[in-house]
Every structure is written in C-alpha cells, then in structure tokens.
C-alpha cells in the first residue's frame, strides 16, 4: 500500500464533494482511482486520488469533457492546464485549416477532436464560434469566397444539428428559436439553442426566414418561455419589426445576433441578447 492517510469512499465523497456513485463511475470508466483492497476486500483511497478527483473537478469545470478530465487528472496540474490550452488552440487551428482548404475530412477529424475533448458549451465558444467569427471577417474583406463560406457553414451546421437531435425532449422551460424572414444565417442560432439546451431548457427550432405572424399562431401550441430570433443584419429586424412588436405583446422576445442592438430592442419593445451566443444562454437560464 501507498503512504499516508487511507480514506473509504464515504470520506472520499464527503472531502471532495462528489457522490460515491460518480467516484466509481470515474474509476470504472476512466480508471481514475487505484484503490488499495484489504484483506477483507475492503477498497481505501490515496491522498493522491483524493488529488486526481479534485483536478478533474476543476478541469471539468474549465469546459474539458469527463474523459479528456480524467485524463488530464493524471499528470501535474501546470502540465495539464497548458496542455488542455494547447489542444484547443491546435484544434482550432487544424479546423480551419481544413475549412480553408475545402477538405471535409480534416474538417470533420478536427470535430470529431474537439467534441471528444471539451463540454459541449466550451467547444462551441472557444473553437465553433471563434472560427465561424474569423470567417465571417475574411468573407467581408474578400479573403475568403462564397464557396468557403457555404463550405463551411454546411460541414459545421451539419455536426451542429446532429447535435441537437432530441433537443426538444424533457420538461424544462421552452425556447423557440427562429429567424426573422429573409434571414439565411442560423450557426449562431444553432450554437444558442445547443448551450441552452445543457441548462436543461426544451428547444423548439423553427429556424430560417421565419413567417414571424404564423409563429404567432403556433404560440398557443407550443407555449414558449421565450422566443429567440437572430440575424446578422438590422435591416431584417427593422423590416418585421410590426410583426416583432406584436410577438413581444404575447410573450418574451429576445433579439441577438450581429444585427441586433439595445436601441433596436427598444424600438420594437423586446429584450436584447447583446452577449456572445454562450454567455447569453448561460445568463437566461440563470
């Protein structure tokens, strides 16, 4: 046996702040507790598990996926932090590179990365929307062309709405989720929608250039605690904004996206998600 202090898992629990359940899932799954047996097959945990489950913690914490956690857990924590940063900027970076470069494999080998490395709300705000925002910028300035643009919102829209399947379920409070008509951009929305989702909230998804009148009639049916609609342009707002005004009446409304403002919001009497997608669905389910 190791020295120092041998702790049951009752103890373990109590000083780490997890259910013992967790705890042998964690050791089961992810091998991240080496208990010691007694003779009577008693299991005793170290000081140095007591170590690791509480830098999973706080790996978890920081956005990492339980695996990605647990494997992390095992090495020194300096070590494990600038390798968990390295990770995700080398993710970010084979991501786009692949996106720039038309190649759906190295595209989709670099998701298939990140979704196995980090929590879902931290893949999307410190990679998906990141790369999404630096392309968007190039697009503007004639750096990138329509095709990459397309290329890219397709590949990652794709694994986004994977992603969403069954999001709907549950008896969490509803979003419904929509864009104004002739509103044709709907990554940021999707982002949204998967973030709130992890608060526990039920998405209902409508999605692009929504007749925002007929939604009004579904509203009824559907009883949302609030309705989200995004664009990227004002003008889209501007031109519903009767419409927009006559949602508001009935039910929450929040506006986002990059053609949303305060000012707008007032103009039209809803509220103004002016934070990034991540942030914002994090600040609604508080």
Known sequence: MAEGPRLRIGELSRRVGVSPELLRAWETRYGLLRPDRTEGGLRLFSQEDERRVHLMRRHIASGLSASEAARLASVGEDSSA???????????????????????????????????????????????????????????????????????????????????????????????????PGERHELGLLCFGLALREHGWRITYIGLETPLRELADSLDELLPTIVVLSAISPERFLDAREEISELGARVRVGIGGAGASAALARTVGVEFLGGDAIAEAAGLAA
Request: charged share 20%.
């Open 82 to 180: 600038r390798e968990g940063s390295a990770r995700c900027a080398e993710i970010r970076a084979t991501l786009t590179q692949g996106l720039d470069a038309l190649d759906e494999t190295t595209a989709q080998s670099a998701l298939d990365q990140l979704f196995a490395a980090f929590a879902l709300p931290f893949a999307l705000s410190e990679v998906i929307l990141p790369v999404l925002h630096r392309l968007g910028e190039r697009w503007a300035a004639d750096e990138a062309s329509i095709t990459h643009e397309h290329f890219a919102s397709n590949l990652i829209g794709g694994r986004l709405r994977a992603l969403a399947r069954g999001w709907g379920n549950g008896i969490g409070p509803r979003a419904v989720l929509a864009c104004p």
